[in-house]
């Protein structure tokens, strides 16, 4: 075995392992880095039959047989079998949108669910277990975390961040809104956010362009004590309302350049300036089908299509904060048809099936998993988050995102967190000591 950098690790996984005097292993799952089942010939029918979640999991139980230590025994020929717990650590240094949010974290929950005599726990943090193809609360959640007080939002900033998408973008009625398309409008855009000549040109791009909003920040994301940028609600909030109260005055009309440019200014703020060009659709589709390429974007994309079909939609009758459309979700379909060639029908079935085989939320009460959730993570309508007599050991951490206790930025964050970690070690030894 390599020795792996402990920041790859989750905290709480380094904290229970000093506690307990055990071993950490950090896995890589198969199609990331040297891990490849078939080598530059990654089409969908390969991921079909070789990227599937039961086939991950069973790797992990598999690979239990065959690791070794320095003594040179492996762990299939100890004479009294140790107790082994897995955690789940989503990539580092990836973007959290580039993946699918929870993936690593599911292998940890469903592995140990499926091999119970392998694994005694498993620890997953802001897991989403539930598929629910049109997942509103998604945005429902977001747009709640910018009315949060304590992550300081307040109503006057979602109504701002709701008005600045009438900036030329849409047309508004309240937070309703119905798009326009004009090349006029789209040439303004493209040369505002420094977009390529005509990428905005068909209507698809304009969904994928601005379906997660325009401020260049995941709700998923959001620490309170970071430093940079607009890196949080508190900080977009601040922007926001200050805004707002300078133009409150002036006719809509009047208004719309300035939450424009305020948009602008947060989006180019909070992305990196390592040459890094927006793709379109169609550049994204061709990357896809690429059977060469195995980047995050594409797995992510064939997971959301194949293995655990969820998709944030943002449409009219929702709270979602951005531009809403009239049934988003055929853009999801669409691109898993056009990338991968899966039909509307058969994500459908995948979804049940993933729900079926898994338990959904419930986890068919499975022993021996300790949920750990964010209060104000988008995915928390999908996991679990009530306790059974036999189910999951639930943890929720107050005005916490997606993980963000699993990854601490410096040592004020671990120690913000440090009880939270405490907690995990405490319900770890009770599912470790039988």
């Given amino acids: 075995m390599k020795r792996a950098d402990p920041e790859d690790v989750e ?67 100890m004479e009294k079998y140790p107790k082994i717990a897995l955690f789940g650590h989503d990539h580092t240094g990836v973007s959290q949108r580039d993946l699918d949010p929870g993936m690593l974290r599911r292998i940890a929950a469903w592995g140990a669910m499926g091999h119970l005599h392998t ?25 709640a975390a910018f009315e949060n007080k304590m992550l300081g939002g307040s109503k006057e900033c979602l109504e701002a961040v709701c008005e600045l998408f ?3 973008l849409v047309a508004r009625l309240g937070c309703r809104t119905i798009v ?52 949080n609600v508190a900080k977009i909030c601040s922007k926001m309302t200050a805004v707002g ?60 299509c194949h293995q655990y079909p969820t998709f944030e939609t943002c449409d009219f009758g929702s709270n979602c904060p951005w531009v809403r459309f009239d049934k988003s979700s055929e853009f999801f379909f669409s691109m ?8 509307e029908e058969e994500v ?16 068919n009460d499975a022993k021996g998993i300790i949920s750990v959730n964010g209060e104000v993570d988008p995915w928390s309508s999908l996991t679990v988050a009530k306790s059974r007599p036999r189910s999951p050991v639930i943890t929720q951490i107050p005005g916490a995102s997606h993980a963000t206790w699993s990854s601490p930025k410096n040592k004020r964050q671990y120690s913000d967190f440090k009880e939270y970690y405490a907690e995990v070690y405490v319900a770890l030894s009770d599912f470790m000591s039988y």
């Avoid at 459908?348 to 986890?363: E, L, P, Q, V």
Wanted: proline share 3%; net charge positive.
């Fill in 245 to 304: 109260a300078r133009i409150k005055t002036q006719s809509r009309k009047s208004q719309g350049p300035h939450w424009l440019t305020a948009l602008a200014t947060i989006r180019k703020a909070r992305l990196s300036n390592d040459g890094t060009r927006e793709l379109t659709r169609r550049e994204i589709i061709q990357k896809a089908r690429d059977p060469t390429n195995n980047d995050p974007e594409k797995l992510h994309w064939f997971l959301k």
């Fill in 180 to 231: 326009l398309w004009s090349r006029t409008g789209r040439a303004e855009l493209e040369e505002v956010f420094g977009l390529r000549k005509n990428h905005l040109k068909d209507f698809e791009d304009w969904w994928m362009w601005s379906s997660k909003g325009l401020l260049g920040f995941n709700m998923e994301e959001n620490d309170p004590g970071c430093t940079s940028p607009y890196c």
């Fill in 11 to 77: 905290a709480e996984m380094m904290y229970s392992a000093s506690a307990l005097d055990a071993v950490p292993v950090l896995v890589e799952t198969r199609f990331s880095g040297s891990s490849l089942p078939v080598k530059d010939n990654s089409t969908s029918a390969n991921l079909k039959e070789l990227y599937t979640y039961n086939q991950m999991t069973g790797d992990i139980a598999r690979l239990v047989e065959h690791i070794s230590f320095s003594s040179g025994r492996k762990l299939s020929e």
């Fill in 166 to 168: 009438n900036s030329g």
């Fill in 348 to 363: 459908r079935k995948a979804s049940t099936s993933i729900n079926r085989n898994h338990g959904g939320k419930g986890m």
């Fill in 119 to 143: 694994f005694n726990a498993a620890v997953s943090s802001s897991t989403p277990v539930k598929s629910v193809i049109e997942n509103k609360d998604y945005n429902d959640l977001v747009a």
């Fill in 336 to 343: 898993c048809r056009d990338a991968f060639g899966i039909t």
